[in-house]
């Protein structure tokens, strides 16, 4: 089993910025992929972010491309997304997410978290 824990959420006004982390305990983090994604109110959960088990390779859903970047600490078991620019549509829950091999699909994902309420509002 491999258990993450999420951090950093809140609430933000429009064009601000936050820092998520998602620490995991378990099995050997740096051999899965880790992925972010989000779910907003009323809506699906939807793709954010993916990086690699080596940190060397990441992928973005095109709504977040060029405001967010994903980033992660395997000495610390740790994987990170800096939001800058935010909008009040990046209103949602965030859950991190590890599968074997970098994937945007949810059902590729075998470990959650529990989520961070992320709130942008003026």
């Known amino acids: 089993q491999l258990q993450f824990v999420e951090s950093g959420g809140g609430a933000v006004q429009p064009g601000g910025s936050l820092r998520l982390s998602c620490a995991a305990s378990?099995?050997?983090?740096?051999?899965?992929?880790t992925g972010w994604f989000r779910q907003a109110p009323g809506k699906e959960r939807e793709f954010v972010a993916v990086?690699?088990?080596?940190?060397?390779?990441?992928s973005y859903a095109d709504s977040v491309k060029g405001r967010v970047t994903i980033s992660r600490n395997n000495a610390k078991d740790t994987v990170f997304l800096q939001m800058n620019s935010l909008k009040p549509e990046d209103t949602a829950v965030y859950y991190c997410?590890?599968?074997?091999?970098?994937?945007?699909?949810?059902?590729?994902?075998?470990?959650w978290g529990q989520g961070t309420q992320v709130t942008v509002s003026s």
């Open positions: 990086i690699g088990w080596s940190g060397g390779s990441t």
């Open positions: 378990g099995r050997t983090f740096s051999s899965y992929a």
């Open positions: 997410a590890a599968a074997p091999r970098m994937s945007t699909r949810e059902y590729d994902y075998d470990y």
